[in-house]
């Protein structure tokens, strides 16, 4: 049974920063992108970043440019996303998300994606 576990999160001051990790288990998914999407209240979930199979190809929503970055680690099945400078508007929950698409690109919407986290709430205060 495929797992991803999402761990970090929880409640920021403005400009602080947050790590969030998503370890899968299950399976491997070395050859497949991973993603981290958001989805705050009254909102459509949306990608914020995302990586392709091997890591050299990453995907960035333009309001988190210069401020988070992906990582993936797959001798740990495992993505990271790092987010400083953070922002009253990056208050959403956070899944990870990994992509249906073998050596594929960096998913970009959720319908790209089979399997999920289960969201982990950032808060961000001003």
């Known amino acids: 049974q495929v797992q991803l576990v999402q761990s970090g999160g929880g409640l920021v001051q403005a400009g602080g920063s947050l790590r969030l990790s998503c370890a899968a288990s299950?399976?491997?998914?070395?050859?497949?992108?991973m993603g981290w999407f958001r989805q705050a209240p009254g909102k459509e979930r949306e990608v914020v970043l995302s990586?392709?199979?091997?890591?050299?190809?990453?995907h960035y929503a333009d309001s988190v440019k210069g401020r988070f970055t992906i990582s993936r680690d797959d001798a740990k099945n495992t993505v990271y996303l790092q987010m400083n400078r953070l922002k009253p508007e990056d208050t959403a929950v956070y899944y990870c998300?990994?992509?249906?698409?073998?050596?594929?690109?960096?998913?970009?919407?959720?319908?790209?994606?089979?399997?999920w986290g289960q969201g982990t709430q950032v808060t961000v205060s001003s």
């Open positions: 299950g399976r491997t998914f070395t050859r497949y992108g």
């Open positions: 998300a990994i992509s249906s698409s073998f050596l594929g690109p960096p998913p970009l919407t959720s319908d790209e994606c089979d399997y």
């Open positions: 990586i392709n199979w091997s890591g050299g190809r990453t």
